[in-house]
């Protein structure tokens, strides 16, 4: 009794570890970017595009799935949108998947969107922290 007693405690002393769990990649990077560039061929363009403002909002859900909301902001109206993302840590930065396709990343307060544009151009749009 006394040996399983010295056993259980061996055990629990050496079985508990003194490292925190990592945290989730999602609350590293929740949060509402506002959008401050976009880029089409190189070429920058500031936002506001044509009197329109975009803004992103990450909305952490279990481990390290999130839900991306996109907010336009026109003149006289506002549209949004919502996907469901995968993340995956990427050395500094985190990369953005939906059904496995890579379409942004964040690194630390920027968070960069990739689109393909009709004529099959590539835009990237950058937003940072608010």
Request: proline share 5%; with cysteine.
């Amino acid at each position: 009794m006394k040996q399983l007693l010295l056993l259980l405690l061996a055990f629990v002393f050496f079985g508990c570890s003194d490292e925190s769990p990592e945290p989730e990649l999602s609350a590293e990077i929740k949060g509402t970017y506002k959008a401050y560039v976009a880029i089409i061929d190189s070429v920058e363009y500031p936002f506001p595009l044509e009197d329109t403002d975009f803004l992103f909002e990450i909305i952490p859900k279990e481990g390290n799935t999130c839900t991306l909301r996109t907010l336009a902001i026109f003149p006289d109206a506002s549209e949004t949108g919502e996907i469901e993302i995968t993340l995956m840590k990427n050395g500094n930065s985190i990369d953005l998947l939906n059904e496995n396709q890579q379409f942004g990343h964040v690194t630390g307060d920027i968070f960069e969107f990739y689109v393909l544009v009709e004529d099959g151009s590539r835009m990237t749009i950058k937003a940072k922290k608010i």
